[in-house]
C-alpha cells in the first residue's frame, strides 16, 4: 500500500483527480492540504470536502496557505465557475477542516514517516515552498513528488509561456523546483490532443453508473467550454487526473527525460515560465524527470477504472 498526500486548490479537475486517488486500491490518501489557486482557500476546501464525501471517505483535510508568496492571488472562476466546480453548486459538506495549518501537517507527517510518503500537488506549490522553507529536510522525508505544472514544451494555458499552476506563483515553484526534492513533472500539455475525452468519451463515462462519474464530467462542463473557446481544445483536457494518473500507475508516463527545470520569476513576457533544458545546454545537473509522453489508452482506462463502481 502507498501512502499519498494530495495538495490541491480543489477544482473541477482537481475533484477527478481526488476521486481516481482514493479509489485506487494501492494508494492510502493520507491527507489533503489545500492551498489558494484556482479558486479561494475557502472554496477550495469546500470542493474538496464534498468530493470526499461524494466518495465515502472520512480524510483529513488541513487548509494552508490563502496567496502566493510575492503576487497577488489570480483565481481561475473563468474556467472553472465561480464555485470552481462548474457552477453546479453542490452541497455544502458536513465534515470540518483540521485545525493545524496545511504546513505544519505536512511537514509532521513527513517526520513521522520519512521515506514512506508520496506527494502529489496539483495547485500552485506555496505550500510545498513553505513547507521547504520551515524545514529544509522535507525534501528528504518525502519519498517522491509527482507536480502538476509547467509545460516542457512552451505550451502555456494562462499566458503563451506559462501553465497556471507555476504561473499563479512562481517564486514558490522555483523554491520547490531547486530543493533536492525527487520530482517528476508532469506539464498541462500532457492533457492536450488525443489525452483530451472526446464528447463520446464524456458521455460514457458519465454513464458508467457510479455518482461520482457523473459529477466528473458535470463539474467540468464549464472547463470544457472555457478550453474550447479560449485554448482551441476539441474535449475535455483533465491536466490534474493526468497528473494522478501517472502518480497511481508510473507506467502511464511511457517518454520522460531527467533534465534541469527553472522557472522564470523575473520577465513580464514569460513571468512562471518551466524552463526546461531539454539538451542540456546550461551542462546543469537534472533535478527533475520531466514527463514528455503518455499511454493515452492507459490513461483513459483507468480513469474509467477509477470512476467506475464495477
Known sequence: ???????????????????????????????LTIVAGNVSLRQASINARYTLELCEQDIP???????????AASTAEW???????GNMNYPAPKTCVKNTHAVTA????CKHSPGDIELVTLGPLTNIATALSMEPKLAQWIKHCYI???????????????????WCDPEAAQKVMNSGLPITLLG????????????????????LGSAR????????????????????????????PVAMAVAIDPAISVKQKRCFVDIETQST???????????????????????????VPRWKSLLRTCLSDE
Open 1 to 31: 500500500m502507498r501512502r499519498m498526500i494530495i495538495d490541491t486548490d480543489t477544482a473541477s479537475d482537481d475533484a477527478v483527480a481526488i476521486m481516481m486517488a482514493v479509489h485506487s486500491p494501492h494508494i492510502s490518501v493520507e491527507a
Open 61 to 71: 483535510v488541513y487548509e494552508g496557505c490563502d496567496r502566493p508568496w510575492l503576487k
Open 79 to 85: 474556467f472553472h465557475g465561480e464555485d470552481g466546480m
Open 106 to 109: 505536512l511537514i509532521e507527517k
Open 148 to 166: 502538476m505544472g509547467g509545460a516542457a514544451g512552451t505550451l502555456g494555458n494562462v499566458t503563451p509561456a506559462a501553465e497556471y499552476n507555476i
Open 188 to 207: 498541462w500539455e500532457l492533457s492536450c490532443g488525443e489525452a483530451a475525452l472526446s464528447d463520446k468519451q464524456m458521455h460514457e463515462i458519465a454513464n
Open 213 to 240: 462519474a457523473r459529477v466528473a464530467i458535470d463539474c467540468n462542463r464549464s472547463a470544457v467550454v472555457a478550453s474550447r473557446e479560449l485554448q482551441a481544445q476539441t474535449g475535455m483536457a483533465l491536466a490534474d
Open 269 to 295: 513576457l514569460t513571468r512562471g515560465m518551466s524552463v526546461v533544458d531539454l539538451n542540456n545546454v546550461l551542462g546543469k545537473d537534472p533535478n527533475a524527470s520531466v514527463c514528455l509522453e503518455i499511454d
